[in-house]
């Protein structure tokens, strides 16, 4: 694990599709602005995207921010999923249900972390074009941990209906 107190430039995926989402982005993006020992660099557009897993739930809207920070991994998680609390996520046990927010560690700087509770890079973002397309508007030049680029990702992975929406996040 990286030691506590060094800045770390980490990126976070956002996604919601119950209980107005756009709104549960925007604000989220205001949570993480008041994140302890941080400060959020940039976030993408909102995007609209298709459910994945079951298809049986609303449409999602997606968005990545980067964050520099010296919060530790786990603490950054559990400030994350307070901010998710805090937004009336419930857990429950269906897989790939709806969720009125989703707050993803999709990459701490350049580290690789396989804990119980966390995984990083997160396993789902190569193959998410909800995550990679927002990834890529506010971090074109990205290389991942493994070595790969993110456009090398991208031309890989079609758009399947992500479309950018013209609701704004708040400066
Ligand atoms: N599908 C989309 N489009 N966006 C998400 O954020 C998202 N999150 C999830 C699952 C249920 C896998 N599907 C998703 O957790």
Known sequence: MPEQLSQHEVYLGLGANLANPVAQLQHAIAALRRLPQSKLLAVSALYGSKPMGPQDQPDYVNAVAKVSTTLAPLALLD??????????????????????????????????????????PHYGLTQREFVLYPLAEIAPQLVLPCGTPLQTLLSRIPLNGLEKLSATVCE
Do not use: C, F, M, N
């Open 79 to 120: 400030a994350l999923q307070q901010i998710e609390q805090q937004q009336g996520r419930q857990r429950k046990a269906e897989r790939w249900g709806p969720r009125s927010l989703d707050l993803d560690i999709l990459l701490y700087g350049h580290h690789t972390i396989v804990s119980e509770r966390l995984t990083v």
